[in-house]
DNA sequence: ATGTCGATACTTTATCGA
């Protein structure tokens, strides 16, 4: 079973490219960030037509995430527990049936964080300490779980073309990493650390400054796993290529195979 | 290099978020 993770930055404006990503990559699941639309915009027919059953939590304008699966969904939940006026949408679980038994998948896009020292950094530590919270429950459950998305976290100096650059950032700030590393050990495993140990392999380059021309980006999109996951990885791989493609989204895909 | 992109609005050029 192949399931991937893409912050495709606008559906509006990434239709084509992901369904043509889709198509190729074929994926079981796709856990897609930043729609940028409300549910009703979103074009879920042509998912459809690729096989998918579609699950949408949107919002107008900003965020926004979407799962496709090409595996009915028997559970869905749309809200990250832990603060009910949090209408920010960032999160979407669901449950499909697989033939060892249940996988359980959490697409998040966790918030940026920057400007660190204002409100939308406490925004994300605190978004952090709940996601955290979730996971500790859902991991008592000893189930298949994977989490999946664009978590705006640099887990380590590897993880980025110049970490010095980079130090007072959101995505790389000593609390962001442990909260981070505090998530991880809960006991799950960060899949494409598990299969590859070269550093400077990056999900994100930023659209100025030629960064994609000079290779500048950072790894921020993530799979983590539950230990009965992680006993199932295959492969887990970052898919490159779309980056370099017309009107292409910042981030690229990255996905991992489970023998399930 | 203040270098780009996507969505929005009392729109045709600004603002915000990333």
Redesign the pocket.
């Known amino acids: 079973m192949k399931i991937a993770t893409w912050n495709i930055?606008?559906?509006?404006?990434?239709i084509e490219g992901a369904k043509t990503w889709l198509a190729a990559a074929s994926p079981d699941i796709a856990c897609l960030q930043e729609i940028?639309?409300v549910d009703e915009a979103f074009p879920a027919d042509a998912f459809e037509a690729l096989g998918y059953n579609v699950s949408v939590h949107g919002q107008?304008?900003?965020?926004g995430v979407a799962l496709l699966s090409k595996l009915p969904f028997d559970e869905v939940a749309l809200r990250l527990a832990g603060d009910e006026e949090d209408l920010q949408a960032r999160y979407l679980e669901a449950v499909v049936s697989v033939p060892s038994g249940v996988l359980r998948v959490v697409n998040i896009y966790l918030?940026?964080g920057?400007p660190v020292g204002t409100e939308?950094f406490a925004y994300k530590l605190a978004w952090m300490r709940r996601l955290r919270e979730r996971v500790k429950a859902l991991l008592e459950l000893e189930e298949p779980l994977i989490i999946a998305g664009d978590f705006n976290v640099i887990p380590a100096p590897d993880d980025v073309y110049n970490p010095d650059a980079w130090i007072d950032d959101a995505l790389f700030r000593p609390e962001t990493r442990a909260h981070f590393q505090s998530l991880v050990n809960l006991g799950l495993t960060d899949a494409f650390r598990a299969c590859h140990d070269e550093p400077h392999r990056y999900t994100f380059w930023d659209?100025?400054?030629?960064a994609w021309q000079k290779n500048r980006g950072l790894r921020i999109d993530h799979l983590l796993l539950s230990p009965q996951a992680a006993d199932r990885l295959v492969k887990c791989e970052i898919d490159a290529a779309p980056r370099a493609w017309e009107?292409p989204s910042d981030h690229v895909p990255i996905w991992l195979e489970l023998t399930l």
Do not use: E, L, T, V
């Open positions: 930055n606008g559906i509006k404006a990434r940028k639309c107008k304008g900003f965020n918030p940026n920057n939308k659209y100025q400054a030629g009107k």
